[in-house]
């Protein structure tokens, strides 16, 4: 596996050693680590690091995908303008 301090979590700043402690200790599946480290609840809505946390949990022995409810994705969060929404601004 990769080196501790790689950032898998990029919008929360979460590093690799972060979720295997979590995991390892909590032996918690990829909604846990979710909960317990915030990975995968920044802007992205966890589009890019929800893959990798699953797999690390997988990796790792943490409880089955299957196994679990999913992670769920939430659409990435961008300023919209009120003249957008009213329909001024084209
Ligand atoms: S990289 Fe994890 S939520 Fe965006």
Do not use: H, W
Not at 11 to 17: D, P, R, V, Y
Not at 21 to 40: D, F, H, M
Not at 42 to 54: L, Y
Not at 59 to 81: A, D, F, H, M, T
């Amino acid at each position: 596996m990769g080196d501790n301090e790689t950032v898998i979590c990029r919008c929360e700043e979460i590093t690799l050693k972060e979720i295997k402690e979590t995991i390892e200790r909590y032996q918690c599946s990829a909604r846990e680590v979710k909960l317990r480290t915030r990975a995968g609840m920044g802007p992205c809505g966890g589009r890019t690091c929800r893959c990798m946390i699953d797999r690390l949990v997988e990796q790792l022995g943490g409880p089955s995908i299957s196994n679990e409810i999913s992670l769920s994705y939430r659409p990435p969060v961008r300023p919209v303008s009120f003249g957008v929404l009213g329909g001024d601004v084209k």
